[in-house]
């Protein structure tokens, strides 16, 4: 039975767009898989569908989850036996403005979610109403370079290291930025300058194909720019 107030509607929620995207999925595809709980949804729901694809993961616990459920989870480097090319990714997202930009990496992934969503011919969103606002709001997060860390952070005013949390899986430091979003475009070309800055969470509507959003029990699409 659904349940119906605060938190545990977003968690219907996203479970909703997660089993609306994991319909989305065909035989033979090769598929990226983000990170959080809403994509903890999406997970079981393609594991389900028994189809013979090969994916990649966006975080360790991605991984790990994906491969307890039957999952095919390839390498995603230089190696030989690494995909190249994701036929779709499916992801959450912390919010969703009505421009299409998102912001990303409430979980600290988001590095490895834009390189994945990127090499995807389609980028599919997942969300919980909750997740769409009328304005991106700090923080933004960012994943900083160790080398050079406390230097690089002097280099962003308004971006402080976020407290226990561990390195990414790639060793970056994830921080947090705090001020006005009042130009998305703006903002992330700034962050895209600052050497020591390896990603950013806003990204730009032009990557997303769809935006999926559980509304009650119904799964409400949106299209992308992409
Ligand atoms: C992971 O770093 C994030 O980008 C998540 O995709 C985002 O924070 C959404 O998380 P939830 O699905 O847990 O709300």
Redesign the pocket.
């Known amino acids: 039975m659904p349940t119906t107030t605060g938190d545990g509607r977003a968690i219907d929620e996203?479970r909703v767009a997660a089993e609306a995207a994991a319909r989305l999925v065909e035989n033979g595809m090769t598929v990226g898989l983000?990170?959080?709980?809403?994509?903890a949804f999406l997970l079981p729901a393609l594991a389900d569908r028994l189809l013979n694809i090969r994916c990649v993961a966006t975080s360790p616990a991605t991984e790990a989850q994906a491969r307890a459920l039957g999952l095919d989870v390839l390498p995603f480097d230089a190696s030989a036996e690494s995909l190249d090319h994701l036929d779709i990714s499916i992801?959450?997202?912390?919010q969703v403005a009505p421009d299409g930009w998102l912001i990303?990496?409430?979980?600290?992934?988001?590095t490895r979610?834009k390189v994945v969503a990127t090499a995807a011919d389609q980028f599919v969103v997942i969300v919980s109403s909750e997740?769409m606002v009328e304005h991106l709001a700090a923080p933004v997060?960012l994943e900083i370079l160790g080398y050079g860390a406390r230097a690089t952070l002097l280099e962003v005013p308004g971006a402080v290291l976020r407290p226990s949390t561990p390195r990414s899986p790639d060793g970056g430091l994830i921080a947090d930025w705090y001020g006005e979003i009042d130009d998305p475009a703006k903002l992330a070309t700034w962050f895209d300058s600052v050497a020591g800055v390896v990603g950013h969470?806003l990204f730009q509507p032009e990557l997303v194909s769809e935006v999926i959003v559980g509304r009650g029990s119904s799964a409400e699409s949106l299209p992308g720019r992409r």
Request: glycine share 36%.
């Open positions: 996203k983000g990170t959080g709980s809403t994509v992801d959450g997202a912390d990303k990496g409430g979980g600290g992934a988001h979610e997740k997060p969470g």
